[in-house]
């Protein structure tokens, strides 16, 4: 029987992480996401799981040793925030490239500088670019079940692609939450007792070798495999989540539709804001407006179709970015929806609100702005910051 | 200890048809210590010439399971290999025993890899680490690295007017190694096969952390003819610029030259040291000599007296 | 010259199998090359476990010959051949009045 308990989101990754059961995890603390590390050497001091644990000496150790124990055939996980994803991205591109569907839990926080230890979601940001898959969730239930997910989709022949999936640091990392956790035979049996690895280093009657110098005349071949593997993932990521919902109850999808079928004005966040944001809708829709939101869940692969075909009757959008692309255009988010509405035939007005950077707090107030900045959206800037000081 | 023809009939971790440079002491060191393994090996290699020439894709020379990540990172890559393994061992997956071979040139062990290494060493993994040392940042055009020696030329710190190369010493990575601690440390020379791949054995027979610095002459970097890549490192050996020596727990063992030459006779065998020559320069080579006497000493004072 | 793969048919992941590199010819790159003397040949050895291209080809642990495909011409072998007073290896110019080409 699954049952209700209370956990933080570091909490309910870390169980996820014991009912997972990997085989090999190497991780290295750092703020918020140390505890979820800590809580998991726990169980293995308590033999409550199988795995081998490396404490590394840094981050960059951390994803070295998980492309290795990955390369070796065998389930891998970590968990990291930050300054210590940033020390991981020289590495991240690379277990891409070999197709290696290493799992990390990513508490997002700011990335320095100034230091910074609180939310925003710049350090997931920053490495869009590298072909990890990326899974935000909105709260710690989310976050547990997309974790138990990702090890199915990172897995799939059909993806074999690295997989990140995030909380918002100390927003939901550290808060207590009520949260259903399954059966650990469940997630067994959903997981798949073994990694089924097509590449084995330690296959010794079949060496291989791993990691070659690609000159001119091939390294475009390796690297289009991975954006074709990227576009793949989006069916599966929706077929284990039919397979998760038909077990579990729970359903989701590349973005979840808050109250838009009909929505006239409308916003685009990602994580625990959403929350907050299902408050002011139901708010507005008490008074009669037409508010609604889309909640974009898998950053990566960028679900562009799915989301055009949310909004495209929306007429004034607000896209909420917690980073920024330092490009004078606007927030990661914001600049690939204008991308994706670009041949649209009918597409809303829009304007990027860039707010809560470095856990600045983001509330029903000042989502309510957000909301009357959409009644008169032609005045508005294409983009514009929420919540800071002048 | 295994005899050569007892050696030959033992796997061959290389083919020919790699790009290494003819006479590049590099493959020598892999192919005498991995064939010193009587267990199957498993290899990572840092970014370096070793890697780069045995792997250009879709050619690879190694006949054993190789894997390649990056430039600073072999051991924590091999830690992850190694940690893999203990896991399926330990599932009764694997039951063989495996000999884990990490390597690294001397820049991505010495200087940017020393984190690493430094790790791995730390938490005791199964893994022997062996840095193919040629003294300098060979495969992108012979620069200074942290085991640079005193006087020598590179690219980064050349011989020129006012500069006479290399102002200091190279740091001892070898000693570092034998202060974490770790079961079997060695610093060695190709060019003495016996020795190499006796100090190998003793290396795998250790189930932990184990650690060697060999010495790799390298004809384009310090310019000399190809053939006397092996001359070379006896040459280095037998005036004690470069001692071999090994730290079984703790405990050193020091190969001692039949007869001590001066350090001069191995300089004026390389162009990267023939601005040494030059007159006015002569105090470098004193000093050189002085170091090289002092640090000598040093390392037989480690070694317990019978 | 042969159509190299596109990259629907390459395998998955920049991997390839054990020892593919034996294929590509590295002899051209010789302005030497050793000659064996097996007459004057103790099988040491010596030469087999020096030679940094795996070139020395050995059988049932004795010396055979030598695999001038990969064979770079570094001189190695023969500089660590221990026979006197003439060495069971010397290198010779591989074009030329004394050239050894066939």
Redesign the interface.
């Known amino acids: 029987m699954s049952k209700i308990v209370a956990k933080t989101g570091n909490e309910a990754m870390a169980e996820a992480m014991r009912q997972i059961n990997p085989d090999v995890v190497a991780a290295y603390p750092i703020t918020p996401a140390t505890e979820i590390v800590m809580i998991f050497a726990k169980y293995v001091a308590d033999g409550l799981v199988s795995t081998e644990f490396v404490a590394v000496e840094s981050e960059h150790s951390a994803m070295s040793a998980c492309v290795g124990a990955s390369a070796a055939g065998v389930r891998v996980m970590t968990g990291t925030s930050s300054q210590g994803l940033c020390l991981m991205y020289e590495i991240l591109p690379i277990a891409a490239a070999l197709r290696l569907p290493i799992v990390m839990c990513d508490v997002n926080r700011a990335i320095s500088g100034p230091i910074n230890i609180h939310c925003d979601h710049s350090d997931t940001m920053a490495a869009r670019d590298f072909g990890w898959l990326q899974i935000f969730s909105e709260n710690s239930q989310e976050a547990y079940d997309s974790l138990i997910q990702a090890i199915r989709i990172a897995e799939d022949p059909r993806v074999h692609l690295p997989t990140m999936v995030t909380t918002d640091g100390f927003i939901i990392s550290h808060c207590l939450d009520k949260i259903e956790i399954l059966e650990d035979k469940d997630v067994t049996e959903f997981v798949g007792q073994d990694r089924k690895a097509n590449n084995r280093l330690l296959d010794l009657k079949n060496p291989t070798s791993v990691g070659l110098l690609d000159l001119q005349d091939y390294y475009f071949e390796h690297r289009v495999p991975v954006a074709q593997a990227m576009k793949d993932s989006k069916k599966v990521i929706l077929e284990v989540a039919d397979e998760f919902a038909k077990k579990f109850g729970r359903k989701y999808g590349l973005i979840e539709e808050y109250k838009l079928a009909d929505a006239e004005v409308a916003i685009v966040a990602l994580g625990s804001t959403c929350g907050t944001a299902k408050v002011v809708i139901d708010e507005l829709r008490a008074k009669g407006v037409k508010a609604g939101m889309l909640k974009i869940r898998v950053f990566r692969p960028f679900p562009a179709e799915e989301i055009v075909k949310a909004l495209g009757k929306v007429k004034a959008l607000a896209v909420l970015d917690r980073s920024d692309t330092w490009s004078a255009q606007g927030g990661q988010v914001f600049t690939e929806i204008r991308s994706a509405f670009y041949e649209a035939a009918q597409k809303p007005k829009m304007t990027n609100f860039i707010y809560g950077l470095g856990g600045r707090e983001i509330d029903l107030p000042q989502l309510h702005t957000v909301f009357a900045a959409l009644k008169n959206i032609d005045k508005q800037p294409v983009v514009q910051y929420l919540g800071v000081r002048e | 200890m295994a005899s ?6 033992r796997k ?1 971790p ?7 440079c ?7 060191v892999v ?2 210590i991995l064939m010193a393994s009587k267990d ?1 090996v ?1 290899v ?1 290699s840092a970014t370096g010439c070793l ?2 020439s ?17 430039f ?2 072999a ?14 061992k ?2 009764g997956k ?1 039951t ?1 025993h ?1 000999n884990f071979v990490a390597f690294g040139g001397d820049g991505g062990t010495y200087d940017i890899g020393l ?2 290494l ?2 791995a060493m ?2 005791g993994h199964d893994m022997l680490y062996v840095c193919y040392n040629n003294e300098a940042y060979m495969n992108t055009g012979v620069q200074r690295s942290g085991a640079t020696p005193k006087g020598a030329n590179t690219t980064t710190e050349p011989a020129g007017k006012v500069g006479q190369g290399k102002v200091q010493w190279r740091k001892d990575l070898t000693e570092i190694m034998v202060a974490h601690n770790i079961p079997y440390v060695a610093q060695a020379i190709i060019g003495n ?1 016996s020795d190499l791949t006796r100090k190998a054995e003793k290396a795998f027979a250790v189930r932990g952390p184990k650690f060697m610095n060999v010495l790799q002459p390298c004809r384009l970097g310090w310019g000399y ?7 070379l490192a006896r040459l280095a050996f037998d005036t004690c610029i470069w001692p071999v020596y090994e730290v079984e727990n703790g405990v050193y063992k020091i190969n001692k030259p039949r007869e001590k030459k001066p350090v001069v006779e191995y300089l004026k065998t390389q162009d990267r040291f023939r601005h040494l020559f030059k007159p006015g320069n002569e105090k470098l080579i004193a000093d050189i000599q002085a170091e090289v006497d002092r640090r000598w000493n040093l390392l037989l004072a480690k070694e317990a007296t019978k | 010259m042969s159509e190299k793969p596109g990259w629907k048919s390459l395998p998955e992941g920049d991997v390839v199998k054990a020892g593919t590199a034996a294929e590509f010819k590295t002899g051209d790159w010789r302005s030497e090359r050793p000659v064996w003397f097996p007459e004057r040949c103790i099988q040491c050895l010596f030469c087999w476990i020096s030679c940094p291209d795996s070139s020395i080809i050995v059988k049932d642990q004795k010396m055979t010959g030598i695999d001038y495909d990969h064979c770079k011409g570094c001189g190695i072998c023969a500089k660590e051949c221990p026979v006197k007073p003439q060495k069971a290896l010397e290198m010779k110019p591989e074009r030329g009045e004394e050239t050894c080409q066939k």
Request: aromatic letters at 8%; charged letters at 20%; hydrophobic letters at 35%.
């Open positions: 050569l023809k007892e050696l030959s009939t061959d290389l083919t020919g048809g790699h790009r290494m003819p006479g590049c002491g590099a493959p020598i192919r005498q199957p498993v990572v890697e780069v045995t792997t250009i894709f879709p050619y690879s020379a190694w006949t054993v399971p190789f894997l390649h990540n990056a600073e990172n051991g924590a890559t091999m830690s992850g290999v190694e940690a893999a393994y203990q896991n399926l330990k599932k694997m063989e495996v984190q690493s430094s790790g730390e938490r096969w003819k190809p053939e006397n890549t092996l001359e």
